[in-house]
Structure formats: C-alpha cells, structure tokens
C-alpha cells in the first residue's frame, strides 16, 4: 500500500517563495506517476504538476508554469514542489498523489482519465496580496 506524506506548507505574502516535500512509503517499484494537486474552497481539485519517476519526465499545468518545478529523488523515496512567485490564486491545499496504473506518456502530457489511487493528507498554503 503506497502511503505519502506531504509536508511544507504554510503562509507567505504575494510574490514569495515554499517548498513542499512529499515522503513516500509502502512501495518499492521505481516506474510510477507521481504529481502533485490542489484544492481551493469551492473550486475543484487541480492537478499541478507531474512527474514519471524513471525518466523524470514532467507536466505543469499552465498557471504554475515558469514558477513551480517539481523534483523526485528516487533514493530518499520523496517528491518536492518549489513554488516560488507565489500568487493569492495558489491559496489551496496541496496534495501528493501517486498511481502505478498511469502510463508514462499520460503522466508527463497530464492526460490521464482517471482518478488517482494514493493520496497523501494535504498540507495548505496560503498566499496574501
């Protein structure tokens, strides 16, 4: 059973910087989408960012992209977002998520057609203008 823990989040004002990290257990196969999502009140959950573990391959939705990077390191079995620029529109919970079921091109175009199978708790950031 995967089991992800996120970790990082928190307040800062309009233009800062957050890293959040992501520490995976319960799982030993290298080939694997791994991506992190957020929720906003009232909105629905968004994928952010993604990334196949074995080719480090990746996809940013277009909102993040230019100020987020995500990052994998395959030793230490954790996944990290760098947010930096932040904006009040990145206020929202932030989720790891990960699925072995995603083929690597779906992972790294942002095209799959299902909901993912592990999800860590969230941890939430909050950005102010």
């Known amino acids: 059973q995967v089991r992800l823990a996120e970790s990082g989040g928190g307040s800062v004002q309009s233009g800062g910087s957050l890293k959040l990290s992501c520490q995976g257990s319960g799982y030993t196969y290298a080939n694997i989408c791994m991506g992190w999502f957020r929720q906003a009140p009232g909105k629905e959950r968004e994928a952010v960012a993604t990334?196949?573990?074995?080719?480090?391959?990746?996809y940013y939705t277009d909102s993040v992209k230019g100020r987020f990077t995500i990052s994998r390191d395959n030793a230490k079995n954790t996944l990290s977002l760098q947010m930096t620029s932040l904006k009040p529109d990145d206020t929202a919970t932030y989720y790891c998520?990960?699925?072995?079921?995603?083929?690597?091109?779906?992972?790294?175009?942002?095209?799959?057609?299902?909901?993912?199978?592990?999800w860590g708790q969230g941890t939430q950031v909050t950005v102010s203008s």
């Open positions: 990334i196949y573990t074995s080719n480090m391959r990746t």
């Open positions: 998520a990960a699925d072995k079921r995603i083929m690597p091109y779906d992972c790294y175009s942002g095209s799959w057609r299902f909901d993912w199978d592990s």
